[in-house]
């Protein structure tokens, strides 16, 4: 990502091919539109598109107070603080407005602009809507404040802003020779709606079904929930309320409605031509959780040039050409000589340790084998199952010799069962003292998640299957 937006020119219009619409995109912890891998993959996804230079655009929210900002207490307890950053200084104000129905009010959106460099120079431009403008009351102003809010009326009102208001965005930035809409989960599934509508004239009730076959044909569903609850759905009544009578009932009428709720993963899919999961085992869990629909499956990946370590990527430039642009190329990484790899390594678990001791005051042993536990903290990930039997544990390291291991990960605000297994973790942990040094690391974000993806000699994921969509973190 280039420095500032000062350096990044508006792209000129007529150029992109593909739209690309997430909840989240991570691009940089200096840009905490993001909470976890949804975001990163996202970003990661867009990085890739730069480096190829393919025509694609991003469509996001700007999130004004982030996720959220975490700490442990002395008990190992998570406490969340509002993120406090300034847009204007990361992004470039866009001087367009749109405006779109919510709650039978209009609500005006405007955007801010950040552009993705790729290896050759190609960028690829990521669009912030932003509700926080003048012409809207403070209400409406607040919608785009916080990412993954507990409220479902601001919830759905978020979703109306990525998914109506996009659109509306990128046309009117001259965009208008889109084929493809890509949807990255259900939070997006009203893109196709607003397609509808722009293109059918008299409403989704009365849209011509030549109209809704050339929309479907132009958009393509990632889900990456195998977990029923991770899928969003809103009451009837709260539907209504946020999209009006009329939207509610044209969605009905195109059969995308579930049991009359509106289930946003069933509507994207419903009005796509093309469903994948994110792993060929979630591709298949997904087309059951979904019979209805086919769902293929289109495995995760990870922009390597954003994760490899420095050391690393000195190594790779030295003996990989060319594996800045066409990440296939690491593939050859299999040749690499033991003691560069080893070294390369080395450097990185050094810059690990320093970044511990900074933080936590903790002196982890060079020698000792590290591994990594850096998750989300939610129960299905298991993150503490490492430490739910100490007495084995125990048995382990005096029959193989010492271990540490370091911690991160956020637990959803609302979510008191991750919070709690945070708290486990550091109980378990002082109990551990004498034989296992475990460290927690706080506000897990992008900058430390490559440092200890790098850093630790084992990484380690334990979830409950299938509930891992695809484990993308441990890539």
Not at 47 to 57: C, H, Y
Not at 280 to 300: K, L, W
Not at 312 to 340: E, Q
Not at 393 to 420: F, T
């Amino acid at each position: 990502m280039s420095g500032t937006w000062r350096d990044e020119p508006v792209r000129p219009a007529g150029e992109i091919d593909i739209a690309y619409f997430s909840m989240e995109i991570a691009v940089d912890d200096a840009v905490p539109t993001y909470s976890g891998g949804l975001g990163v993959l996202a970003g990661d996804f867009l990085r890739s598109a730069a480096d190829l230079a393919l025509p694609v655009a991003g469509v996001t929210l700007v999130y004004h107070k982030g996720f959220f900002r975490q700490e442990l207490d002395g008990s190992g307890r998570q406490v969340e603080h509002e993120v406090s950053w300034s847009p204007g200084g990361r992004l470039r104000p866009l001087d367009i407005r749109v405006a779109i129905e919510i709650g039978r009010r209009t609500v005006t959106v405007g955007a801010w602009q950040l552009d993705l460099v790729g290896a050759g120079g190609a960028r690829v431009p990521v669009y912030f809507l932003d509700t926080s403008v003048p012409e809207n009351d403070p209400g409406d102003r607040a919608i785009t404040d916080q990412l993954y809010v507990g409220d479902p009326y601001v919830r759905l009102s978020q979703e109306a802003v990525l998914g109506l208001a996009g659109p509306a965005v990128l046309a009117a930035l001259g965009y208008d020779r889109i084929s493809r809409y890509h949807m990255n989960e259900g939070h997006a599934s009203l893109v196709p709606v607003a397609l509808i509508e722009a293109a059918g004239g008299g409403g989704l009730g009365h849209a011509d079904q030549e109209v809704v076959a050339s929309v479907r044909r132009r958009c393509v569903f990632t889900t990456h929930t195998p977990v029923p609850a991770g899928h969003d759905r809103f009451s009837p009544a709260l539907a209504a309320r946020v999209l009006g009578d009329d939207r509610l009932k044209g969605i009905d009428q195109l059969g995308a409605l579930e049991d009359g709720t509106l289930n946003m993963t069933v509507l994207g899919m419903h009005l796509s031509g093309f469903v994948n999961g994110v792993a060929r085992r979630h591709g298949s869990v997904s087309q059951a959780m979904f019979p209805q629909f086919t769902v293929q499956s289109v495995t995760n990946g990870v922009h390597v040039p954003t994760w490899a370590a420095p050391s690393t990527a000195r190594l790779f430039d030295r003996h990989i050409p060319n594996w800045r642009r066409d990440s296939t190329m690491v593939r050859y990484a299999t040749g690499l000589p033991l003691s560069d790899l080893r070294a390369a390594h080395d450097e990185a678990k050094a810059a690990l340790l320093a970044c511990v001791a900074d933080r936590t005051g903790v002196a982890l042993d060079p020698a000792a084998l590290t591994i990594g536990v850096a998750r989300r903290a939610t129960l299905y990930k298991r993150n503490d199952l490492l430490l739910s039997d100490t007495g084995r544990l125990r048995e382990i390291v005096a029959a193989n010799g010492p271990l540490q291991v370091v911690y991160s990960g956020k637990a959803h605000p609302l979510d008191e069962p991750g919070k709690a297994m945070i708290h486990r973790v550091a109980e378990r942990a002082m109990k551990l003292a004498d034989d296992v040094t475990v460290v927690y690391l706080a506000d897990y974000g992008m900058s430390l998640a490559g440092m200890l993806c790098a850093g630790v000699d084992v990484w380690l994921n334990t979830p409950v299957a299938p509930h891992e969509a695809s484990g993308t973190s441990g890539m």
